[in-house]
């Protein structure tokens, strides 16, 4: 197991500028979540893919984000239109499973810092 | 709604004293728990998590917690505490009928070790 694995582990962007963050789970793991970290604050949940499908959106995730995981491997999560306010930590987690008992791996994360 | 609470935002302990950090939830059932922690550049860790049975769980690290339903706690303890331990611990449920396993966390727990 090499892990879950994030890119990049920093970004600084301007306000306006789209970001595109990479997670690559762990292999074989057919869950894959995406979370959003500010300071001081637990992780929150944003969305979460079973396979390449999205099966939850959290409504924190506005208009301006979108996340993919093309043939259920990696997943990207981008944001459009960035602004201060999502300066935070990105957190990917993937797990095995179908049921309520599987455990979730998290990446180190992409702190992101918006200008 | 569903939350968690960690009432304490930052602990110091002495190295080989024992510690407990606080966790309570709001859920409408029994949710599974879990205990996760931080280090700086580092992801989360699993700690150990509860789903039902024994209600004193152990975990790596010496790490066991104790679920208490009629308190909907489910406290963090340690007997002694190693420098390494200082790091940020987070609290978590998710729903045992959940589609999605999503972990709500806590806003953390900061552990200092004093030498």
Redesign the interface.
């Known amino acids: 197991d090499t892990?879950?694995s994030q890119d990049p582990r920093h970004k600084i962007t301007k306000r306006g500028q789209n970001v595109t963050f990479r997670c690559d789970p762990i292999s074989e793991h057919n869950?894959l979540?995406w979370?959003r970290q500010t300071l001081?604050?637990?992780?929150?949940?944003l969305t979460?893919f079973q396979n390449e499908a999205q099966?939850?959106k959290s409504r924190l995730l506005s208009d301006r984000f979108s996340a993919e995981r093309p043939k259920g491997s990696f997943s990207t999560l981008e944001i459009q239109r960035t602004e201060q306010g999502d300066s935070a930590m990105y957190?990917c987690?993937s797990?095995l499973g179908t049921g309520?008992?599987?455990?979730?791996?998290?990446?180190?994360?992409t702190r992101l810092t918006v200008l | 709604a569903q939350s968690?609470t960690q009432p304490d935002i930052h602990i110091t302990v002495s190295e080989g004293a024992s510690l407990e950090l606080r966790c309570n939830y709001s859920y409408g059932a029994t949710p599974?728990l879990f205990w996760?922690v931080q280090s700086p550049?580092?992801?989360?860790?699993?700690l150990l998590?509860y789903?039902s049975g024994d209600t004193l769980v152990q975990g790596i690290k010496g790490f066991e917690a104790e679920f208490k339903r009629s308190q909907s706690s489910f406290n963090l303890r340690k007997p002694s505490v190693h420098w390494s331990d200082a790091a940020e611990y987070?609290c978590?449920v998710?729903?045992?009928?959940?589609?999605?396993?999503?972990?709500?966390?806590?806003?953390?727990t900061l552990l200092a070790v004093q030498p």
Not at chain 1, 40 to 45: A, I, K, L, R, V
Not at chain 2, 41 to 46: A, P
């Open positions: 892990g879950v869950r979540y979370y001081g604050q637990g992780p929150e949940f979460y099966l939850e957190l987690a797990s309520a008992t599987d455990t979730q791996y998290f990446g180190p994360g | 968690v599974y996760y550049g580092q992801g989360l860790q699993l998590k789903f987070f978590a998710s729903s045992p009928s959940g589609a999605t396993n999503k972990l709500i966390f806590g806003t953390g």
